[in-house]
């Protein structure tokens, strides 16, 4: 199918370090993204990562890329309380389209 | 810089009656508009897009429409609302260009009961 997997839940405690998978499902698509939705509002842009790279690294925040296995990850360092969300990545298709798809989304629960 | 506006925040309506949602983007020109739907199962479901004024995509058949009467305005509508229809409602900016990262409203709240 052409869906975008994710795992739906996740637990960690503070101070733990989290990890986040996604496998997408388009070889070559061009950019990838990490998306962020507390409850009630709507998703921020966390971070994104264009294919010809394999790691990008923003303060807390590392993006791994496995293009051979299309997998993508998001490691959050020192994870804070605050960090509790539900994760999405998104692939951008290398095609005509102008839209993203998006996984059904990772619950993270940072417990202290 | 840009931002987006939705309204309104919550709502809740009867089966069978009318259904406006607004969406405007300040601070960008000619962007990609988008209406999602975010039901129980927490995925993002594409509802329409749009590339231009009165352009609008449709990805999925339902009781639902949109238009874009205005470069920066893009309006979600119902004539007759089902239950089904309940949900979170976002819409999402994104600039013309190859990433298409997109930017998100604060969503709506639809109850129909």
């Known amino acids: 199918g052409e869906d975008v997997e994710q795992s739906l839940f996740l637990s960690v405690r503070e101070g733990d370090s989290s990890v986040i998978n996604c496998t997408y499902t388009d070889s070559s698509s061009t950019y990838l993204y990490w998306y962020k939705q507390e409850p009630g509002a709507g998703l921020q842009l966390l971070t994104y990562?264009?294919?010809?790279?394999d790691m990008k690294q923003d303060q807390r925040l590392t993006v791994l890329l496995n293009k051979k296995d299309k997998h993508l990850s998001l490691r959050i360092a020192d994870t804070q309380t605050g960090d509790s969300a539900i994760y999405f990545c998104?692939?951008?298709?290398?095609?005509?389209?102008?839209?993203?798809?998006f996984g059904k989304g990772t619950m993270l629960l940072v417990s202290p | 810089s840009q931002t987006i506006h939705q309204w309104p925040a919550t709502l809740v309506q009867p089966v069978g009656s009318p259904l406006s949602l607004e969406c405007t983007v300040e601070?960008?020109?000619?962007?990609?508009l988008y209406w999602y739907r975010q039901a129980a199962g927490r995925g993002l479901q594409l509802l329409f897009y749009?590339?231009?004024?009165?352009?609008i995509s449709s990805e999925v058949p339902q009781n639902l429409s949109a238009s874009r009467p205005q470069d920066r305005q893009f309006i979600l509508s119902s004539k007759k609302l089902l239950l089904s229809d309940s949900g979170f409602y976002l819409c999402a900016w994104s600039v013309q260009d190859s990433r298409y990262e997109q930017y998100f409203g604060p969503g709506t709240r639809l109850t129909v009961t």
């Open positions: 749009s590339v231009g004024i009165g352009q």
């Open positions: 990562i264009f294919s010809n790279m």
């Open positions: 998104a692939e951008k298709w290398n095609s005509g389209y102008s839209t993203l798809t």
């Open positions: 601070g960008t020109s000619n962007p990609n």
